[in-house]
């Protein structure tokens, strides 16, 4: 059982946006064909996804090309990207992109 929990939306949306900024990564993602995989929710050891500051994306069906086109499209947008297809911490669940504003 983890000790994490997620953060109630209604506190969310008075928390430097954080509803709306894992809903702005996720439009993004999702207009550039990533499946976003996780928000908020989910067993993560850092605040970023709990405050909803981060999301992460699935890399399964990409291209490196295609991959490497969208981290430099993300950071190009001000948009933090950690490349975890490699492997992660002890919470990491498979390879995907985790981004972060």
């Known amino acids: 059982m983890s000790n994490i929990e997620t953060i109630p939306t ?3 949306n008075g928390a430097h946006g ?3 900024t894992w809903r702005q990564l996720s439009q993004f ?3 550039r064909g990533f ?3 996780s928000t908020t929710g989910g067993h ?3 605040w970023a996804h709990r405050a909803g500051h981060a999301i992460d994306v699935r890399t399964r069906g990409h291209s490196s090309a295609e991959i490497n086109s969208f981290m ?3 950071r190009a947008h001000g948009i933090t990207v950690i490349d975890e297809r490699r492997g992660g ?3 990491w669940s498979g390879p995907h992109l985790h981004l972060q504003k």
């Open 89 to 91: 911490n002890s919470a």
């Open 18 to 20: 954080g509803a709306q």
């Open 72 to 74: 430099r499209d993300a």
């Open 44 to 46: 993560h050891l850092g």
């Open 29 to 31: 993602a999702t207009q």
């Open 10 to 12: 209604d506190l969310l």
């Open 35 to 37: 499946h976003v995989t």
